[in-house]
């Protein structure tokens, strides 16, 4: 009977988002409007082996990525396909292919959760096993992949507040790696033990193994200076305590704004009127120039990854309200002390760095003050987080081990 009110409920998912979209909803005309892309693709597919990935959201290509590579050199024959189900993931892929694409991987748009699409699927490729990120299960495939005897995968799980929705979904799964303890004893406590194995998060791999290239000109702004301070992914409320500051020739801000519309940079331009200038127009100012300037608005996507890297600390956006952390990896990675706001949510890697004092959460502007006038403390803090990720390398390899 939970099956069936599971499978019930997938069918009803798939005709809810049909009716927002007819309504105007913007997410699900998105989402309606991809939901073919890639199924032409798939089945024409002629691979003779084939590795089933699939990702949600952009957040868990991140994920995936070094899972899919660890598995194609243990079996460096079999292709990919790939699947996603964001639109927020889908078009960045389409510009840009994963490291290690091929010819004979496909990717495609997951679509709607029908017993008929999948019974055609399953029937034309010869999978040798479905690997999902994180959370991203859907019954109608589960009880498909049941049927031909496809193992099922999960792996980078870790339950939000430590509870497991849907338990009879993840019980007819082959593995389930999760991140941390406390994600395994929340299976365990399920009966699941059997399945359940802790590896950590891919995403440490990812953002150890990727190289930065900054540019000469940024170099020679932030060596002009005491101490550089990068905000990634800010929002307003970290926008305006950043403003709060003060900023000079020896102390410099660039600020990475999570909305780089044009509506939310102009307000940017008012709210720093003077003070900083954007990134389009600084880069094509002469050194001299550029040295002038104490604050830069990056008003471009795909840079802040490698700013981390002339930083001195990292202030991270989305701790002040509903909208969540962003990444802390990346600057941990770069071996950055790290200031956020206040709710680091179910971010286990956040709630972690801030247990070992590499990430501050308390005030804002007086965290960051801190770190600022203790550059050594600053320095040895950051270089511990570092550590940290380096002592998590190689989940990867354990995940794809074992299956």
Not at 289 to 316: C, K, P
Not at 364 to 390: C, H, I, M, N, Y
């Amino acid at each position: 009977m939970a099956w069936v009110a599971l499978r019930t409920g997938s069918s009803l998912w798939v005709w809810l988002l049909r009716l927002l979209a007819l309504l105007g909803h913007s997410r699900a005309k998105a989402r309606v409007a991809i939901r073919e892309e890639g199924h032409h693709e798939v089945m024409s597919s002629e691979a003779e082996a084939v590795m089933w990935f699939h990702v949600s959201s952009l957040g868990e290509v991140e994920q995936a990525l070094p899972v899919m590579q660890a598995y194609r050199e243990r079996h460096p024959r079999t292709a990919w396909l790939l699947t996603v189900y964001s639109p927020s993931a889908w078009h960045p892929l389409q510009e840009k292919l994963p490291e290690g694409w091929r010819e004979g991987d496909v990717m495609a748009v997951l679509p709607d959760d029908q017993p008929r699409t999948w019974a055609l699927w399953l029937a034309h490729l010869p999978l040798e096993g479905l690997a999902l990120a994180k959370y991203d299960l859907w019954p109608h495939l589960l009880t498909a992949c049941k049927r031909a005897g496809v193992p099922v995968h999960a792996f980078a799980v870790s339950p939000s507040g430590g509870r497991i929705t849907n338990p009879a979904l993840w019980r007819g799964l082959a593995t389930i790696s999760v991140q941390d303890q406390d994600a395994a004893a929340a299976f365990n406590g399920l009966g699941m033990e059997g399945a359940v194995h802790v590896d950590g998060d891919p995403r440490v791999e990812r953002v150890l193994s990727r190289a930065a290239q900054l540019s000469p000109a940024w170099r020679t702004w932030a060596e002009a200076a005491e101490a550089v301070v990068v905000a990634g992914s800010t929002w307003q409320e970290e926008e305006r305590l950043l403003r709060s500051m003060e900023w000079h020739a020896q102390r410099r801000l660039v600020l990475v704004p999570h909305d780089v519309s044009p509506a939310h940079l102009a307000a940017l331009d008012a709210q720093w009127d003077g003070v900083a200038v954007r990134w389009s127009q600084w880069s094509q100012m002469s050194a001299e120039e550029q040295l002038r300037w104490h604050v830069v608005v990056v008003d471009a996507t795909g840079l802040l990854f490698d700013l981390y890297r002339m930083a001195d600390v990292a202030a991270i956006g989305g701790g002040h309200g509903a909208n969540g952390l962003h990444n802390v990896l990346e600057p941990a990675s770069a071996g950055l002390p790290i200031v956020t706001g206040p709710r680091l949510g179910d971010f286990r890697e956040a709630v972690a760095l801030q247990s070992m004092g590499v990430l501050r959460s308390g005030s804002f502007v007086k965290d960051l003050e801190t770190a600022l006038s203790q550059p050594k403390e600053s320095k040895a803090s950051g270089e511990k987080g570092l550590r940290w990720l380096k002592d998590q390398e190689g989940a990867s390899a354990g995940i794809v081990a074992r299956w």
